[in-house]
């Protein structure tokens, strides 16, 4: 799966995948980047199928998205 993102000023970016009951999967990103858009793969081929969520953090913004594995 490949995870869009883009930021507008240079942050800390925080980006980390969740099971839906909130338990932590994996971070995925947790570094500075500088402005711009960046795409990050996740492996997902360990897991089972179901809903999972990722959750984007850069400087004061904070997004929550739905993702659905289906093998």
Do not use: C, H, R, W
């Not at 980390?16 to 338990?23: E, I, L, P």
């Amino acid at each position: 799966t490949k995870i869009e993102y883009q930021i507008p000023s240079q942050s800390n970016v925080l980006l980390k995948v969740y099971y839906f009951t909130g338990k932590e999967v994996q971070t995925l990103v947790n570094e500075t980047k500088s402005a711009g858009s960046y795409s990050i793969d996740f492996n997902a081929a360990s897991l089972s199928s179901g809903v999972y969520f990722y959750k984007l953090k850069a400087g004061s913004f904070t997004d929550t998205k739905k993702m659905v594995l289906l093998k």
